[in-house]
């Protein structure tokens, strides 16, 4: 047992493992197997194939430096989307008690208590003043 303990480190000594872009290439695969289970399509097949077969050529790679260098330009791609969407499920999950508004002059996005009528609100990013409406 310890013997292979130890192959399999030898093994994966060097090798580059999980990242982001490797747990997101899982997501990805299960969403296919998913939504296949349901259309089969051969070609969804392939796709599942194909990004099962990325995610563990990059788990087994030893160009660390080139697989790092992906997941950078990844994590550029998937940031935003990340953020777009936890800022709609705060919005969801806070609707009794708070809104969410864009300053016009520079879209820092604010958390105001909700509180029905017409506001002046003050950005505290920029210090500019807008008019806000609570409607319900
Ligand atoms: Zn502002």
């Not at 030898?10 to 997501?27: H, N, V």
């Not at 210090?127 to 409607?135: A, E, L």
Request: hydrophobic share 45%; net charge positive.
């Amino acid at each position: 047992m310890n013997n292979f303990r130890n192959k399999l480190a030898a093994f994966f000594y060097g090798r580059y493992g999980y990242d982001q872009l490797g747990y997101a290439l899982f997501g990805f695969y299960i969403a296919v197997v998913i939504i296949n289970a349901f259309v089969g399509s051969l070609i969804l097949s392939l796709l599942g194939l194909v990004l099962v077969g990325i995610m563990f050529f990059r788990i087994f790679s030893r160009s660390i430096h080139k697989r790092r260098a992906e997941n950078e330009r990844f994590l550029k791609l998937w940031r935003p989307i990340a953020a777009f969407f936890k800022l709609q499920w705060d919005r969801l999950r806070e609707i009794k008690t708070n809104r969410y508004r864009k300053c016009p002059d520079c879209k820092a996005v604010l958390r105001l208590p909700n509180k029905k009528g017409d506001h002046t609100v003050v950005c505290p990013r920029c210090r500019k003043r807008f008019d806000v409406k609570i409607r319900f």
